[in-house]
């Protein structure tokens, strides 16, 4: 392929996907991240909700919290493993068999690896297959595992991807993916002509975290802001209140990472105070220091 292959790692960890630090956890650890710093920040006095999965929710905790951010994380997700993999393994064996492998985020490559581990493969399993990343952060967890992407969008949605791929007629395309997606990019792919498997590797699943905590905090009126990075964490998020979510979030902000995001809010009932013009966590965090520096 024309990426790079660099040494393979191992474990799930290997990903730079990282458990958050005990302070950044809900439930029994506490849900708060006090500010890394005292005085005059961009979001000193600020209280932030994160909705990530707690595996996931420390890369935006700590940077809002290098920003004097009060950091409250509410995990609204959690990403547990298909039942059977067998699907998954037989795509893996004749990966080599492929034009192109499109992963459409860190988890999926994580769980792709693992597997690949498992069989006692690596990544010279690609062959000549090219690979996409949906974003950097899809992108950093492909280079961690030996994997230098041939192809990273300019924005961080399936629409960006169909694109930059060109012409797919009669490609055949692997599309590791949450067990339920968005099926643009398949739909997409397959009027362009490509041949397109999709396999799933993951399940996205409702979680609560400290769910006592957080509606307090929401009844005080003390909440500025309630962050969402996915379609998923918004829909998680707003089960976790069956209903008396109306009230509770009434006049609170809430912003999104990117359309796809946005449009979930929005179908809910909730406009975004604001959507990153970055479709990544650091564009998030720069929606949020201009976002109060005007409020």
């Known amino acids: 392929m024309k990426g790079k292959v660099y040494p393979v790692g191992g474990g799930p960890g290997d990903a730079g996907i990282r458990a ?9 650890a506490g849900l708060r991240e006090k500010p890394a ?9 600020k209280k932030i909700v994160v909705t990530r999965s707690r595996e996931q929710a420390a890369a935006l905790a700590q940077k809002l919290s290098a920003l004097g951010a009060e950091v409250i994380t509410f995990p609204s997700i959690k990403v547990e493993p298909v039942k059977s993999f067998s699907a998954l393994d037989k795509e893996i064996k004749g990966l080599g068999a492929y034009n192109w492998v499109i992963f459409t985020s860190a988890n999926a490559v994580e769980v792709f690896f693992d597997r690949l581990k498992k069989l006692g493969l690596d990544a010279r399993r690609f062959g000549s297959a090219k690979v996409a990343a949906i974003g950097p952060a899809t992108a950093e967890a492909l280079r961690a595992r030996g994997i230098e992407a041939d192809l990273v969008p300019g924005k961080s949605i399936s629409e960006s991807i169909l694109k930059a791929l060109g012409s797919v007629k009669g490609r055949k395309i692997l599309l590791p993916r949450a067990a339920l997606a968005r099926e643009m990019l398949a739909v997409g792919l397959k009027k362009a002509g490509a041949l397109v498997t999709e396999v799933p ?3 996205t699943l409702p979680d609560r975290g400290d769910l006592p905590e957080l509606r307090r905090l929401l009844e005080e009126g003390v909440i500025d802001l309630i962050t969402f990075t996915s379609a998923s964490t918004v829909t998680g998020f707003l089960w976790s209140f069956k209903g008396a979510e109306k009230k509770l979030l009434k006049g609170v902000a809430m912003c999104s990472i990117g359309p796809i995001t946005s449009g979930t809010l929005k179908a809910s009932g909730y406009k975004p105070a604001f959507e990153a013009k970055q479709y990544t966590i650091p564009g998030l965090v720069d929606g949020a220091v201009k976002y109060f520096k005007k409020h």
């Open 201 to 203: 590797t993951y399940n």
């Open 37 to 45: 710093w005292s005085g005059k920040r961009p979001l000193s006095g």
């Open 20 to 28: 958050p630090a005990a302070t950044a956890a809900g439930g029994a």
